[in-house]
Every structure is written in C-alpha cells, then in structure tokens.
C-alpha cells in the first residue's frame, strides 16, 4: 500500500495505554493511517524517515495562551512555536481587544494566514477585564459583539472570565448571557475561568454558571477545592510545587489538567521553550514522563474538544515529534500534518511576513507630552504627613498587598519623591478621557530611576513606576515618540528601549531580535532595584484590576477585593 510518509524505527507514544512501543507509522492525506507495531506491514512511499529508534509522541497543544504576551505579532511567534515541538495553540486575545476589539482580533487571525501552526481562538469574554467604572480600554466588547466573534470557524471557547467576583452576583453582565447564548447555541465551547482566591460557597457558585476551567496561581488548598469540585485546571510555569505535584500523583489526577503557558515572554521564548519548557519543568520534579507528555497532549485536546489530535491513532491529525532524549525532551524534527516543519539539523530562518496591520494600529497612543508638574501631587496644606495606601510587589508572585503608609506634605504637595516609595501613575491613552490614576508602590521593584510601558495589562493604558520626576516624563515622553513600548531612564539618560509600534503592545521582530532586546531590558530592571523573578510581567500587571489584591489603572487605584477604586490618601 502506498502512503504519503511512513516513519520508521520509532518509540512510539500511546496516549491510551500512556506507554510507548515500538513500530512503524504510516501517515495519508495528513493523517496517521496505521500505527504497525510489528512491522510486518508493506508500504511504499517516496518519503521515508528513519527514526533510528527515536521517541515520537503528538505535538504539544498549549490551550491557555495570548500571542500577546510574547509582545510578538503571530507569524514570528508561531514559526518559533515548531522549534519548541507546540503543534497547536488556542490563543485568547484579550489584549489586542482591549485596544481595537473585534478589529483587533481580526487582525491577528488575518496576520496568521502563512503558518502551518494550528490557531485557534477563544472569545475574549472580558474586555475591558472589570467594567468602565474601573478602568478605561480601547474598545468593549460587549454581548453581540462576543456573539459574532462566535461565528468565526477558527474560535472554539469562551476565553477566560476574568471578572469573577462580579459574575456570582450579577447575572445581567454581557458575559453572563453570553454563557447562556453558548450554551444552547454552542455546547462544544469549553467556557474557561479565572479565579484567584475564590473558595468554597463562591467557588462553588463560579463553577455553576458553567465556568469550568482555570488556569491561574493559587495556594495548595485553592488547588484541593478545584481538583475537587470538578474544575479542569490548567497548569501554568509558576503553578508548579512539589505538594501541588505529589497530590496530583496521590489521587490520580491525570485526567483532570493539562499544562499552559499563559505568558511566555519573548527572551524565555528564545532561550527556554514554550509548553515544552513547562513539561520539561514537571518531569525534573518528578512527574512520571509518560504522564506529563499525556497532559501536555492529550488531556488539553479532550478539554477542548478537538477530537482530530493529541494522539497518534489511525484518522487523527499527523502532528508529531522526534525527540532524541526523552527525559530532556531533545527536539529532533516536529511535523504538522505529516510535513516537516523543523528538523534540527537544517533549522529554518525566519523569513518577515508582508502582512501590515491596519495604519491606525501603528498610530494608537493618543497623548501628548508631559512635564513634571503633572506628577505633583495636592493634598492639605495644614497637614505634615498623610496616610497612603501602598501596593507592595513580592517575588515570586504577581499578586500584591495593600500597605497603609505615612507620608510627608512639602508645600501642599505630597513628598513621595523623598519618601521610600515610588510613585505609579497610569495616563489614557486610547483618546477617550484624559484620566491620570496614581499611586505609590513598594517592595521588590524598582528602587530608582523609571520605567514606563503601554504594555499595561489590560486596558494597556501608559504606565510609569520611577523614584524621581524628571526620569519619569524622559520615560513618559519617549514611549509616546515611540508609539508604544518600553523605557528605561537612570540619571536622566535612557538607558534601553523596546519598541512595540503595533496597538502598542506588539513588535513585528522575530524571537532572536525581540528576545535579546527583552533580555537586555529584564537585565536594566534588575539595576534599577527590581528583584522580582519577572520584573516585566510583575510590572505589567501592576495595573491588571482583577489580580489581587490592591491594582492601579487610568481611574486611580483598585481594591481588587471589594471592586472598586479607594483614593490614594486615607482619609
């Protein structure tokens, strides 16, 4: 019989028996036809490989990601996607959303038509991330705009719902009828959740809205109330402990998660992998290798009912890896629908896509320049000190705490440039008010200088942290010349710049190019003060509303627990 590509001489990874054995694969039209493990079988075909008994398991499906966060448009980051052995990605693109809405996503998925990579979508549920009162984006997408996103082949879930206090309590919000509309329109769409914190009574009224899926940080008994309830949780890099690991293992929870990557910026992308990165971490822990390259595989493509993958069976998609070492998961070649989309031994220059964003995507940050006035800031000329809430960035977490602090008045003028904090203040962008929220900061960030960046999660208002004025409108005042981006200022002088000129959260660089410059500017954040074991995305959520516990955006600070925007002055 004849077929298209028959491998030869390989280990191959059963996803039902979740053990490998040896045999030939013959591959038609795209598809895995017979998984010989005898080898009696005759096939002819021109393309013949060799797999000199190399292990070949599916191709790694990452459900939970943005495309955004690498700060890459999607053909660089997807061509490097083959290195890393992904073969399928559902990207949420919330953060294009939250600057240009349904265009926005249109435009991701048009700049995408070239790679071979399969993409597929998740209707960003939460744009903006709370509601007007807390924040200002670029566009809303509100119920019928989710419905006709809906429409679209390539979306196949409800993106994560990220206003999750709310949604308990309020079942006339936009996304709460949109669950509904899914539903009985759409029973296949997984509906995915985010929902740091929330335990028992309230965990248990998220999860019955239908909100079944989660994919954020959370302590050991945030875990335990999860598994146990019947969420499917989604375990991200800095999800994973030797406690979470060895009760997964104890209760066999296999079944029940996969592995994401949520964020993966663009010098980790480079340097480190993908998903396989985050596989690759489990099974140093100890996680049984078969098992985690099942939840990197197959337990992701059940969850989001994409029945053609995540094995290699007769009629599924022919998406598979060779790996030379199994235990450090050395990629040899990764195919997509049984072609050949990398080879270690010849890999492939990135070649720049033609496609163009619509102009008005390079011409997104509507400001003008700034001085140092607009960082004074007014309080009771008869009073010494006042009282201050202070956000306090930890390592290890993106989470912060709400801190109560005194601080001195000079002249009417709070003295924060005196004090042991930095000041935070978030500027619209988007053309629709001239709002300025502030706030103080402390903890392990920066300690001097400035940085300001349009890549705020997730309105991606424009940020700036700094310990003196003028470092801050220097800052400031480049990333608006730049259209977008991030900026370093020490001493008055700009000490590194990453240009992002698409919405001003994306770069149209490759991960060699980008990657180095984002390597360069976690190196200048550390010598700034920032200790945090991700100073970049540790700073670019400091302004995202529903990760708690005490946020800032363009409308002032947000207690994230109560929901609301609390004055910077305790009164």
């Known amino acids: 019989m004849k077929v298209d590509l028959l491998i030869k001489n390989v280990k191959v990874f059963n996803s039902y028996l979740k053990k490998f054995r040896d045999g030939n694969v013959a ?89 071979n990579t399969s993409v ?22 509100d119920l019928e705009k989710m419905k006709k996103i809906a429409e679209n082949q390539r979306v196949i879930c409800i993106g994560e719902i990220m206003n999750y ?31 740091p914190k929330l335990l028992d009574l309230e965990l248990a009224q998220f999860l019955y809205l239908g909100i079944d899926g989660d994919h954020t940080e959370h302590t050991l008994e945030e875990f335990k109330q999860r598994f146990e309830n019947g969420m499917f949780m989604e375990l ?15 209760n066999d929870l296999y079944e029940h998660f996969c592995f994401v990557t949520d964020d993966t910026m663009a010098d980790t992308f480079l340097y480190e992998g993908h998903l396989n990165a985050v596989i690759k971490k489990a099974i140093k822990m100890g ?55 990398y080879n270690s031994e010849r890999e492939k220059e990135y070649i ?80 629709k008010n001239r709002n300025i929220g502030f706030g103080l900061v402390t903890g392990d960030c920066i300690k001097k200088g400035a940085v300001a960046t349009t890549y705020a999660h997730d309105h991606h208002n424009l940020m700036v942290i700094g310990k003196n004025a003028e470092d801050m409108v220097i800052a400031v005042n480049r990333i608006i010349e730049l259209q977008g981006g991030i900026c ?3 001493g008055k002088n ?6 992002l000129k698409v919405a001003g959260i994306l770069s149209e660089k490759s991960v060699k190019e980008l990657g180095k410059e984002i390597e360069i500017l976690r190196k200048n954040m550390k010598e700034l003060g920032y200790k945090h074991y991700n100073p970049i995305m540790s700073l670019c959520t400091l302004s995202l509303p529903v990760s708690p516990e005490l946020k800032i955006t363009d409308k002032g600070l947000i207690d994230v627990t109560e929901g609301k925007v609390v004055s910077l002055i305790v009164e």
């Open 488 to 490: 370093c200022v020490q």
């Open 165 to 195: 206090r709310k949604v308990i309590k309020d079942n006339t919000l936009d996304i709460c009828k949109f669950i509904e509309y899914v539903k009985e329109n759409k029973p296949h769409y997984a509906i995915e959740g985010h929902c």
């Open 287 to 341: 996680m049984n290798i078969e098992k985690a390259i099942y939840c990197g595989t197959y337990t992701p493509a059940r969850r989001m009912n994409m029945k053609d993958r995540g094995a290699i069976a007769p009629g599924k998609k022919a998406d598979f890896i060779l790996l030379d070492n199994l235990q450090e998961l050395n990629i040899n070649k990764t195919f997509i629908n049984g072609k050949e989309v």
């Open 352 to 431: 720049p896509t033609d496609y163009k964003f619509p102009n008005k995507f390079y011409k997104s940050i509507h400001l003008e320049k700034i001085n140092e006035d607009i960082f004074k800031i007014k309080v009771d000329k008869k009073k010494e000190k006042v009282n201050c809430r202070v956000i306090e960035v930890s390592d290890g977490s993106t989470r912060t705490k709400k801190l109560i602090k005194s601080i001195n008045v000079k002249d009417g003028y709070l003295d924060w440039e005196n004090s042991p904090y930095m000041l935070i203040a978030v500027f619209e962008r988007h053309g």
């Open 236 to 250: 991200q890099n800095k999800s994973l402990s030797d406690e979470l690991l060895d009760y997964i293992d104890k």
């Open 120 to 141: 597929f979508y998740g209707v960003p549920s939460s744009v903006p991330s709370t509601s007007e009162e807390l924040e200002t984006t670029g566009a809303i997408l």
């Open 27 to 115: 591959i038609l039209d795209g598809k895995f036809l017979y998984i010989d493990n005898s080898k009696f079988e005759e096939f002819t075909s021109e393309n013949v490989v060799d797999g000199n008994n190399r292990f070949m398991i599916p191709g790694f499906i990452d459900i939970h990601m943005h495309i955004e966060s690498s700060m890459m448009t999607p053909v660089p980051f997807c061509h490097h996607l083959s290195k890393n052995g992904v073969t399928t990605i559902v990207a949420e693109p919330h953060e294009i959303a939250n600057v240009f809405g349904e265009e926005g996503i249109e435009a991701m998925i048009k700049a995408e038509d070239s790679i």
């Open 494 to 499: 700009i000490m590194n710049e990453v240009s």
